[in-house]
């Protein structure tokens, strides 16, 4: 056997404990006590607090090797546990604490004729996987939602972070000891290596759900090598319709803020589609107010004919999630060829139509095929805080299990519990 | 290019076509109202009642290549479309129609902080392929709740059943017609090749979701070979368990109505589980009752001094699902040992509890991790029907998206629906 074969076999066996250990500390978290759940949140928010300087003191040593490694500054500011970032971890535990249990609550109770009663229980899903890159407090909220919603967790950070995320781990562990938990209800995987990441998406017997937290290249990675279901999103190619029949001042407001609020998230507008009656009118405002922000807009030849300065958009423009200060700009013929674009050249994520008129309000909902769709509101309010849901793991495109913003909902199913009193089928 | 390798294109083109063609179609019955899709359920329904002698002339065709190959009686048996088995498909039609649409309720609206009023929309999955086997009326059953539910449906029967299923596909294509909705909403695949199924199983872009429906053989390959989430339910080794304060009478009932109504149904109990105080007095009892219906014991050692003629039980026993006169039986230390053993050995299908302690049952009802537990009643009530779904697609052993008897619900998804009067983030 060659050196590199075995390294694959022991970190094989490495990860096996872990999943053999999840999914046995996954029974008793399932029948955990609320009580215990939150007394373990808030062990784990108060050891945080105690810990700050000696986490601070190992996240220096992912800091420094990570400038010595010639990291951008972007990624090491996404590192760095700044006292802001611990308070925030501490506040956010004591929010998952505030919110109502999910497991165990049973709906949908009825008899059938047969005389059984028929409802459905919620449940953990088991054990979750979660990968996710540089920021460390990603360690904490993870494990934070896994653990109120019942399931066991096996964490695997970035290996630029790995001292933070140990130092975390050692916090979450004695949070959950406090509460009579099994330690093993998180893991935090404590290798770089990347073929540990691997053996996470093929342990089937171990782990129910992979969720992926980072840029696309992750996403694509997890995605293409998973054997075990992933909640996850792709890409955020979000639009805002300006209809015929759109109110003037709500178009600019909702089409600058989707577009400039800030540039880097999912549900950012990347593509602008104005209805043609009213692009004569709001073109030039709308091209003005970008300017201002500083956003470069790519046009269509008839955007172009309004806004001769406008660079031409290529049939690339309208698939592309720039992230960024640029926005695709389409004239289009009413409401169907609006939706057409959307169901042709979207990724399914949030797409917005500004409209008075009722009935292209409904078409627009009914037919737009997006995980989220609006009416006179920002793509910007796709978001599980906004949208009421307490916290956010992710947001998937995908449309099985979970669709769009991912709450503790997400990571939890449904069984069917039956009371009987000696029923038997006839 | 060989012969082999050129007929594996024209396959996969011949897919891609369909799937193509599915996917355009999807759109439309997405969008498609509650009143067209019942006239195209209806109009189908008159069209079978219209060709039953032209189905069973074809039908007749898939008997005799059929006999000529030497397939099973059994297998034969499932292949005839009798006149009662068409009037059922009718029927079946006609109870599909009475069925509430799914589609296009809106749950759980409420208003947000920021003014903004959230809720959730039901809508199709979109395409969806089923694979089957023998039973031509599956080409029918499926096909309905596919539409019903606003999803296309790619169906690939047995290749035995082709000329069945090729006149049934003639009669949905004109109900679909006589209603104004795409033909291409229902696909018969018209090869009898296996290389069509593979196909079927990687057209990610075109299908949405594949359900199995036959034997573990078909479901297994599936599982395996498939690049889309899948429906399915692999096993179904259900337990009953006899607690020490069951009532004795309702304890006999249910194992015995659990194993003898049907042999070879997945929610057929397979190993009952007896708590060793009472299974001195009900063990030989329940093993008469056994004995006068054919029913073979295997027990554990403990099962084996009460019942000295029992067969002994292996390991293998209590993994499996013998779909036949057979039952494991095993003597077990308490609630905690029954759910050990159920939780190690069992399926996660159907699993009931027989107790009048009301902190036993509450106990296996959460700790049983099943996709339906039962208090006092027969694992073979885990049904669509019985469940007051109105119609069952499959059931799924699964977590995720669907777990249980999965009815039309199990074949939409939910999208987020936002309506605002011009909010924007702040």
Redo the contacts between chains.
Sequence with gaps: MGASEQRVNEIAQYMEGLGRRARVAS?AL??AETGAKNRALLAIADAIAAAAPRLQAENRKDLDAGRMRGLEPALLDRLELTDARIATMVEGLRQIVALPDPI?AISDM?Y?P?G?Q?GR?R?P??VIGIIYESRPNVTVDAAALCLKSGNAAILRGGSEALHSNQALAVCIGEGLAAAGLPEAAVQVVETADRAAVGELLRMKDYV??IVPRGGKSLIERVSREALI?VIKHLDGVCHVFIDAEA?A??AV??A???KT?RYGTCNTLETLLVDATRAPALLPELAQRYREKGVELRGCARTRDILPDCVAATEQDWRAEYLAPILAVRVVDGLDAAIDHI?TYGSQHTD?IVTENYTHAR?F???V??????????T???DGF???LGAEIGISTD???A???VGLEGLT?????????????Q
């Design positions: 029974r399932a029948r165990g009825s059938r047969s059984i028929v229980m449940v899903l088991g129910d759900v279901p109110d001042a709500k407001r909702i600058l803020n989707a609020q169901n917005a078409r909902l009914r037919e095929d997006s995980s989220s769709v609006m009416v006179n509101a920002s910007r309010f796709a906004e949208y009421g449309k099985l299990h669709r769009g913003p199913s449904l069984k069917y519990v039956v009371f009987g009193d000696g029923q038997i089928r």
